[in-house]
């Protein structure tokens, strides 16, 4: 199971942090110091050159990273994570379920990148875990079933990439 660690950028409303209602439950740890990130983890990245796969599930034995800002700031503070600490990767064409962003392609919160993330790389009862702590949580899991289905049988970063343009509009 890996371990599931927040660069905590404190930008958002705490009543709606996801993130912060992850650490609540013990399912993550939220950093406020890019230093004590792990290095060799998996840092879900949307700007990132490769999408995550099932291949990528050897790095998430040094745990999963996100990133937790606004979107408005994603592409400043990314760069200050440091990303050749980690391995960047993409999360896929998925719907946000949650009430700020529902419908919405690639918005993820950080409680989502982490179930998509834990999904798609075989550990799919830690996702079912995280998820059910939110009420927007198995949603997202029945919003992106067949998607999530398919990245989770894909062999790589180019068949990911191949799969997701069946289920972008």
Same mark, same amino acid.
Do not use: F, K
């Given at each position: 199971m890996p371990l599931l660690y927040v660069y905590h950028a404190r930008q958002d409303d705490p009543k709606k942090c996801s993130a912060r209602r992850m650490q609540k439950f013990g399912l993550a740890i939220l950093y406020e110091? %890019?230093?004590k990130l792990p290095y060799g983890a998996i840092l879900l990245n949307p700007m990132a050159k490769k999408a995550? @796969? +099932?291949s990528d599930a050897m790095y998430a034995k040094k745990g999963i990273v996100v /990133?937790?800002?606004t979107w408005d700031e994603v592409e400043r503070v990314f760069p200050l994570l440091r990303p050749k600490r980690m391995k960047e990767?993409? &999360?896929p064409? &998925? /719907? #946000? @379920?949650n009430p700020v962003n529902y419908g919405k392609p690639f918005m993820l919160n950080s409680a989502e990148a982490f %179930? #998509? #993330?834990l999904y798609i790389l075989g550990y799919k009862?830690? #996702? &079912?875990?995280v998820a059910r702590r939110f009420k927007w949580g198995e949603t997202f899991l029945t919003l992106n079933k067949e +998607? /999530?289905?398919a990245y989770a049988s894909a062999k790589g970063s180019e068949e990911i990439v191949a799969i997701q343009k069946e289920f972008m509009p």
């Open positions: 110091a %890019v230093e995550l @796969s +099932p /990133l937790d800002c990767r993409a &999360l064409y &998925l /719907l #946000a @379920s %179930v #998509a #993330a009862e830690q #996702a &079912l875990e +998607p /999530l289905e």
